[in-house]
């Protein structure tokens, strides 16, 4: 069985390798910062489908055809290709490299409908300008799931402005019915997206706060998160073997290890000494009742004793009453006070 295991560890360790090499070829960063992974997915996926889809265009009849278009797709296929080159060598950021692409795809597609409008007329052109109207719509879904701020409202000016050049030039009733409710759900949606962009940004500095709380901590600790994780689950056995004591014992360094010794050695003194002094008054406790008074005085909840002890809280419950009816406590009284000035007249 071990062996199986071993050999299923080590060949899921093998496939995950090459997708290590090409998380760290094309810079994907890991779950910490959001935005960030965010806008390199957008702008990878992003020019890949370009990608595909500019020599799909150029070679069928898919898209719109001329020399003027090969030679805008060609030059934008270039253009697209240095800044993926660029980022992959770390010259740009993914916030520059998503920001570059986009705004180079809402030049273009524009500059392509005042083309139509102008050389292609109002039977080839008009379907194509509300096709590319289309386009820059999705462009700008796009913008908005890479959280760059204020990009959207640019995007709504550009397309509104290249709409109008286009009506004017075709004088066409359709396009100029079109500009308002476009200018309107183009609005809408770089509003929506705007917020969007400010309620992530606001997570993501709350999580970058967190991480480096969590350093302070771990600093302070002087140990690592695994260690600390294996630290919290021992602790929380309530009986542990000696060999898991040392274990436990063993993920500290001398410095804490003396810290936590000299706070065991002080409370365990303190429980001795308040366990004396309830032993010498003469109210006479069992152990069972010197053990709840014990954990009262540490503030202890009713729940939380039951929980330790493995009572039930009317059991507890009942044991309380008969310690407050030993020390002769009336109903307002504060059990914990009371006995926290016996064990302070005991002492």
């Not at 899921?12 to 960030?36: H, T, W, Y």
């Not at 003194?269 to 008074?293: D, G, M, V, W």
Request: aromatic residues 8%; hydrophobic residues 45%.
């Amino acid at each position: 069985m071990n062996r199986h295991y071993t050999k299923k560890k080590r060949t899921s360790g093998n496939a995950q390798r090459p997708i290590e090499v090409l998380r760290r070829i094309f810079r994907i960063p890991d779950g910490s910062n959001i935005i960030e992974r965010q806008r390199t997915f957008v702008f990878l996926y992003a020019s890949l489908g370009y990608l595909i889809g500019i020599p799909l265009n150029l070679v069928t009849s898919f898209g719109p055809q001329g020399t003027f278009f090969y030679v805008a797709n060609s030059l934008h296929a270039l253009f697209i290709l240095l800044l993926a080159g660029l980022f992959i060598r770390r010259v740009i950021s993914a916030y520059w490299a998503a920001l570059l692409l986009i705004l180079s795809i809402q030049v273009e597609i524009p500059v392509e409908m005042i083309h139509m409008a102008h050389t292609e007329g109002v039977i080839m052109g008009i379907p194509g300008i509300f096709g590319n109207t289309i386009l820059l719509g999705m462009l700008l879904i796009l913008s908005i799931t890479a959280y760059i701020r204020y990009l959207p409202y640019v995007q709504t000016l550009l397309t509104i402005a290249a709409l109008s050049v286009c009506w004017y030039i075709t004088r066409d009733a359709h396009i100029g019915q079109s500009i308002p409710v476009l200018m309107m759900a183009f609005l809408v949606l770089s509003f929506m997206g705007e917020r969007l962009i400010h309620g992530v940004s606001a997570l993501q500095s709350s999580k970058d706060d967190l991480a480096r709380e969590q350093a302070r901590v771990f600093e302070f600790l002087n140990i690592d998160r695994e260690d600390l994780l294996r630290l919290i689950k021992l602790s929380r056995r309530e009986k542990l073997s000696d060999k898991q004591k040392n274990r436990l014992l063993s993920l500290l360094d001398e410095q804490t290890k003396a810290s936590v010794m000299e706070i065991a050695t002080d409370v365990v003194e303190k429980k001795r000494q308040n366990l004396a002094a309830l032993e010498a008054h003469e109210l006479s406790f069992t152990p069972y009742e010197q053990e709840i008074c014990q954990m009262i005085l540490q503030g202890n909840t009713v729940g939380e004793i039951a929980r330790k002890l493995r009572k039930s809280t009317s059991a507890i419950t009942s044991a309380r009453a008969l310690i407050r009816s030993k020390l002769g406590l009336k109903k307002n009284d504060n059990l914990q006070a009371a006995l926290l000035r016996l064990v302070e007249e005991g002492g």
